[in-house]
């Protein structure tokens, strides 16, 4: 066997030796999972709140598959092994809209072809930030109009914080809290 074989041979263990020893990645969401309780409650007797909640944009820095997560000396980490199971702004537009139809009977646009929408919300997150161990923020800037009367518009800005543990699972759960009172601000204002 020549060099050039045994090299090759090097090379293609330590790649699966490297592979192999990579911790498992674990993915998270911002929706709740279901519980009994809320799938068996019927929802409300009113009309549907039909809105038309558009895409959310969220800050460079966080809009990407991996956690980036605050150091207490206040540099920024990224946890490969931690990813939220959608994009970021696809995870907040789907949390955000669960919660709406969970508190406030509204539907989504999007999925009632033909209805006319109430509302239009936009949603920018200015800061989304975990620090391990701390806390979880959520900053953002959110606007309604009223379909019907266009000169009627709400524009709010949330700053919500959750205490969160010393793990994933935690920040995770911290961030879903905060994205609920997001919802529940919005809600409580259309």
């Known amino acids: 066997m020549g060099?050039?074989?045994l090299i090759a041979m090097a090379a293609v263990a330590a790649t699966i030796a490297g592979c192999a020893s990579q911790p498992p990645v674990r993915f998270h969401s911002?929706?709740?999972?279901?519980s009994s309780a809320a799938?068996?409650?019927?929802p409300a007797a009113t009309a549907p709140l039909v809105i038309e909640l558009g895409p959310v944009t969220v800050p460079a820095a966080v809009d990407q598959p991996q956690w980036v997560l605050r150091a207490g000396d206040?540099?920024?980490?990224?946890?490969?092994?931690e990813r939220w199971v959608a994009p970021l702004r696809d995870e907040l537009r789907a949390a955000v809209m669960a919660r709406l139809a969970e508190r406030f009977n509204a539907v989504?646009?999007?999925?009632?072809?033909?209805?006319?929408?109430?509302?239009?919300?936009?949603?920018?997150v200015q800061r989304f930030e975990s620090v391990l161990g701390r806390e979880a923020w959520i900053d953002a800037a959110w606007?309604?109009?009223?379909?019907?009367?266009?000169?009627r518009t709400v524009a709010c800005t949330s700053h919500l914080h959750e205490t969160a543990g010393s793990d994933a699972p935690s920040i995770a759960a911290a961030h879903r809290r905060a994205v609920q009172r997001l919802a529940d601000q919005i809600g409580e204002r259309l």
Do not use: C, F, K, N
């Not at 799938?39 to 019927?42: F, Q, T, V």
């Not at 989504?108 to 920018?124: F, H, K, L, N, T």
């Open 3 to 5: 060099t050039a074989s």
């Open 30 to 34: 911002l929706l709740p999972a279901v």
């Open 39 to 42: 799938a068996a409650s019927a």
């Open 74 to 81: 206040d540099s920024l980490r990224v946890l490969e092994g």
């Open 108 to 124: 989504d646009a999007r999925m009632q072809p033909g209805a006319a929408s109430g509302w239009r919300v936009r949603i920018e």
């Open 143 to 151: 606007s309604a109009t009223s379909v019907a009367t266009p000169v």
